[in-house]
């Protein structure tokens, strides 16, 4: 007999196992909602399957009178610009600061502590002072993302960084070249995928701080959206948004693993793809 | 006699009270292939780490050609590890022509155009002398511990260095490969009429690729305070082909758990 450690699931076994779950999740819902029903018709607070489509051709198919729009869309866009943009400046500050830190000591010394007291700030904390200092528009919401991730994306790309082996970089050295042509060429291609990596597992926090903003103060997006139908308890328009945050994020997340293997093969061992 | 290429004249490395080198005295001559051994902790990294630039003596002075020694790794003294020498995002023909970028390109960090073709034509000619034409476009993780130590080499020679440094590179290695990367380094030694330093465990590779060993230690043992004392080099063999076999006095160098094989 095989020890369980090392029983492995053949590709349709895995799907079938991936798809399993999931699938058992929406039955057991529409179990519950059924029963619920049953006893209530007008229970809000685990719409049936129609009830939530209904909401859906509502939100996402239907152009909403007073605003002339179609709600779903303009909630993503909405919320859509503000994560890529926070996320857009986190990363860039990132691959700047991230990689400067981890390459020059000297740098290390002046910058590592400041960077390592903000990231433990609580950055919701923070949102506050953003507020006051920005007001309540859409640039204290991309600072409270960038405030959020940054400075943990700054450490672990630093970090990763400082850890490329001393021979690489005597042997860098060894061959003639220079600070910028070492930061250029060695530093900064084994920082990128890395960098990432970071960017994919940011994408959770980010959407968190976006949402926690669009809650607290705002006029339009998904985090806006969900909050102010809570007041109605429409489970059946929060569930369908819920799903949708999820989706897009997994598609964000599958987009920027597509870019790291398609534009650095050798950071992906074999086994991986 | 001709001019040494590398000099040693005094050379002391101390961290805090604890001394690694004491009184390091000498001359390698250009032509020469140095094998440096010793049991561990005598110094022999340190030896090379100076050599490199990693680490500057406490006392003393290292000359190359006469003149005083960059304190920082520079492309007159080419290295190879036993591992990581190569770069794992470059590919084969990359990793070599990357010495030449360095060389040429001081802004863009890359050669562009006719000078691309060139640098490439260069390193092409190169790895062909290492025996890696057929992995030009690979990256250095899909190549054997073997081939990817003869890419080191040939990274290390595009510079032409006048110095090369070898520490502990067939350490990692099969047998069977190491056999044909002694050949390998043997050839390449004759024909480029490199000077080359090697560190090695191996003391049997020491004695059949040097023509010139070098055996660290310590010349004097104090057992109250044994870090007092630093390692130098206790014996200094010139190898002629009569006199390849390890000799005697050698075999009870390296009692501390080294083996010589």
Redesign the interface.
């Given at each position: 007999m095989r020890r369980l450690l090392n029983v492995r699931p053949s590709r349709g076994g895995r799907f079938f196992l991936g798809f399993f779950p999931l699938a058992a999740v929406a039955v057991f819902y529409v179990v519950a909602s059924g029963a619920r029903h049953a006893a209530n018709n007008s229970d809000k607070l685990l719409p049936t399957p129609g009830a939530i489509w209904a909401a859906i051709e509502r939100m996402a198919f239907t152009v909403d009178p007073l605003k002339g729009a179609i709600p779903l869309v303009v909630d993503t866009a909405a919320s859509m610009e503000r994560l890529l943009l926070g996320m857009g400046i986190a990363t860039a500050a990132t691959l700047i600061i991230g990689l400067v830190i981890g390459l020059l000591p000297l740098v290390r010394a002046g910058l590592g502590p400041l960077v390592a007291a903000i990231a433990v700030v609580p950055p919701i904390a923070l949102l506050p002072i953003l507020f006051i200092a920005m007001g309540l528009g859409e640039a204290s919401k991309i600072a409270l993302i960038v405030v959020g991730i940054a400075p943990f994306m700054i450490r672990d790309l630093a970090s990763h960084v400082a850890a490329i082996?001393?021979?690489?970089m005597?042997?860098?050295?060894?061959?003639?070249?220079?600070t910028?042509?070492i930061a250029?060429?060695?530093a900064l291609?084994?920082a990128m995928p890395r960098l990432l990596k970071c960017f994919r597992l940011s994408l959770g926090p980010a959407w968190v701080f976006l949402i926690s903003a669009e809650a607290i103060a705002s006029d339009v997006g998904l985090g806006y959206r969900i909050f102010l139908v809570r007041r109605y308890l429409a489970m059946d328009v929060i569930i369908p948004y819920v799903i949708w945050i999820a989706l897009l994020a997994v598609a964000m997340d599958l987009i920027v693993l597509w870019i790291s293997k398609r534009f650095?093969?050798?950071?992906h061992?074999a086994r991986e793809s | 006699m001709t001019a040494p290429v590398l000099s040693f004249r005094d050379v002391w490395v101390e961290y805090g009270d604890k001394i690694v080198l004491e009184k390091v005295e000498l001359d390698v001559a250009p032509g020469a292939f140095v094998s440096i051994v010793g049991p561990s902790g005598a110094g022999k990294s340190t030896f090379l780490r100076l050599i490199t630039g990693q680490e500057t003596p406490t006392r003393g002075r290292v000359l190359l050609d006469g003149e005083p020694l960059s304190p920082e790794p520079g492309p007159e003294r080419g290295v190879v590890f036993q591992r990581y020498s190569v770069f794992p995002h470059l590919t084969v023909i990359d990793n070599v022509v990357f010495g030449l970028d360095c060389a040429g390109s001081p802004i863009a960090g890359r050669l562009f155009g006719a000078k691309r073709r060139a640098a490439v034509e260069q390193a092409e000619a190169l790895l062909a002398q290492v025996g890696l034409t057929h992995s030009l476009r690979a990256y250095p993780a899909q190549l054997s511990g073997g081939m990817q130590q003869r890419l080191a080499i040939a990274q290390a020679l595009i510079r032409r260095p006048r110095i090369l440094l070898l520490d502990e590179p067939f350490g990692a290695l099969d047998p069977g490969i190491r056999l044909d990367m002694h050949a390998l380094i043997t050839d390449l030694w004759r024909d480029h009429g490199l000077t080359i330093l090697m560190v090695t465990h191996d003391i049997k590779e020491a004695f059949k690729l040097g023509d010139r060993v070098l055996a660290f230690d310590k010349r004097r043992h104090d057992p109250q305070a044994p870090h007092r004392f630093g390692s130098t080099a206790v014996y200094d063999f010139a190898l002629t082909e009569k006199t390849r076999a390890v000799p005697k006095e050698m075999e009870g160098l390296l009692p501390r758990g080294e083996t010589a094989a």
């Amino acid at each position: 007999m095989r020890r369980l450690l090392n029983v492995r699931p053949s590709r349709g076994g895995r799907f079938f196992l991936g798809f399993f779950p999931l699938a058992a999740v929406a039955v057991f819902y529409v179990v519950a909602s059924g029963a619920r029903h049953a006893a209530n018709n007008s229970d809000k607070l685990l719409p049936t399957p129609g009830a939530i489509w209904a909401a859906i051709e509502r939100m996402a198919f239907t152009v909403d009178p007073l605003k002339g729009a179609i709600p779903l869309v303009v909630d993503t866009a909405a919320s859509m610009e503000r994560l890529l943009l926070g996320m857009g400046i986190a990363t860039a500050a990132t691959l700047i600061i991230g990689l400067v830190i981890g390459l020059l000591p000297l740098v290390r010394a002046g910058l590592g502590p400041l960077v390592a007291a903000i990231a433990v700030v609580p950055p919701i904390a923070l949102l506050p002072i953003l507020f006051i200092a920005m007001g309540l528009g859409e640039a204290s919401k991309i600072a409270l993302i960038v405030v959020g991730i940054a400075p943990f994306m700054i450490r672990d790309l630093a970090s990763h960084v400082a850890a490329i082996p001393e021979e690489q970089m005597v042997k860098a050295q060894s061959l003639g070249g220079s600070t910028w042509q070492i930061a250029l060429r060695v530093a900064l291609p084994q920082a990128m995928p890395r960098l990432l990596k970071c960017f994919r597992l940011s994408l959770g926090p980010a959407w968190v701080f976006l949402i926690s903003a669009e809650a607290i103060a705002s006029d339009v997006g998904l985090g806006y959206r969900i909050f102010l139908v809570r007041r109605y308890l429409a489970m059946d328009v929060i569930i369908p948004y819920v799903i949708w945050i999820a989706l897009l994020a997994v598609a964000m997340d599958l987009i920027v693993l597509w870019i790291s293997k398609r534009f650095f093969p050798w950071a992906h061992s074999a086994r991986e793809s | 006699m001709t001019a040494p290429v590398l000099s040693f004249r005094d050379v002391w490395v101390e961290y805090g009270d604890k001394i690694v080198l004491e009184k390091v005295e000498l001359d390698v001559a250009p032509g020469a292939f140095v094998s440096i051994v010793g049991p561990s902790g005598a110094g022999k990294s340190t030896f090379l780490r100076l050599i490199t630039g990693q680490e500057t003596p406490t006392r003393g002075r290292v000359l190359l050609d006469g003149e005083p020694l960059s304190p920082e790794p520079g492309p007159e003294r080419g290295v190879v590890f036993q591992r990581y020498s190569v770069f794992p995002h470059l590919t084969v023909i990359d990793n070599v022509v990357f010495g030449l970028d360095c060389a040429g390109s001081p802004i863009a960090g890359r050669l562009f155009g006719a000078k691309r073709r060139a640098a490439v034509e260069q390193a092409e000619a190169l790895l062909a002398q290492v025996g890696l034409t057929h992995s030009l476009r690979a990256y250095p993780a899909q190549l054997s511990g073997g081939m990817q130590q003869r890419l080191a080499i040939a990274q290390a020679l595009i510079r032409r260095p006048r110095i090369l440094l070898l520490d502990e590179p067939f350490g990692a290695l099969d047998p069977g490969i190491r056999l044909d990367m002694h050949a390998l380094i043997t050839d390449l030694w004759r024909d480029h009429g490199l000077t080359i330093l090697m560190v090695t465990h191996d003391i049997k590779e020491a004695f059949k690729l040097g023509d010139r060993v070098l055996a660290f230690d310590k010349r004097r043992h104090d057992p109250q305070a044994p870090h007092r004392f630093g390692s130098t080099a206790v014996y200094d063999f010139a190898l002629t082909e009569k006199t390849r076999a390890v000799p005697k006095e050698m075999e009870g160098l390296l009692p501390r758990g080294e083996t010589a094989a």
